[in-house]
């Protein structure tokens, strides 16, 4: 399926992608996904108090798109606490500025920069490999993704895994 090459400037990937009603079998939930891009306008507007105008400049989209993008997250999040559905965080047209990434073994989280190595596979703090890749999890590959707009060569290693 095609994407719209939008490219919606997201900061860095949410600490938690899934969110799920208690005491209920996650296979008898219907799941409803927000998208990264629509995770990032609650986070700005509605979580961080800012204008729909400064949000939109800072997500690169027009002041149109962001009110969209807001209206779209509200209902589904209003859908899912009304109804008792699950909400998962993936997808978008998203470019990250920073990935990050969480210590299954300590839970601390790390991120790097644009242009640094995104496989950081190890804990910083307690050296576990029990590590969760956050851009990787919700499904955007930031650096990567840079890389190949700006057409950029093949990464040294692990371009694929
Ligand atoms: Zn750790």
């Excluded at 986070?43 to 997500?59: F, I, N, P, T």
């Excluded at 991120?111 to 499904?139: I, M, N, Q, Y």
Aim: a positive charge; charged letters at 35%; proline letters at 6%.
């Amino acid at each position: 399926m095609p994407k719209p090459k939008k490219n919606r400037f997201v900061e860095e990937p949410p600490s938690v992608f899934f969110f799920k009603p208690q005491g209920i079998p996650l296979f008898r939930l219907v799941q409803v996904v927000l998208g990264i891009d629509e995770y990032e306008v609650i986070r700005l507007v509605d979580y961080e108090g800012m204008q729909q105008k400064e949000a939109a400049e800072k997500m690169k989209i027009s002041r149109a798109t962001c009110a969209r993008i807001l209206e779209s997250a509200h209902k589904k999040i209003a859908q899912a606490i009304t109804k008792g559905q699950a909400i998962k965080i993936e997808g978008g047209s998203v470019v990250l500025g920073r990935n990050r990434y969480r210590c299954r073994n300590c839970d601390t989280f790390w991120g790097s920069a644009g242009d640094e190595e995104t496989t950081l596979e190890t804990c910083p703090k307690c050296k576990s490999d029990r590590v969760v890749d956050l851009g990787r999890e919700v499904g955007a590959y930031p650096t990567r993704m840079e890389r190949m707009k700006r057409g950029r060569g093949p990464h040294r290693h692990r371009e694929r895994e």
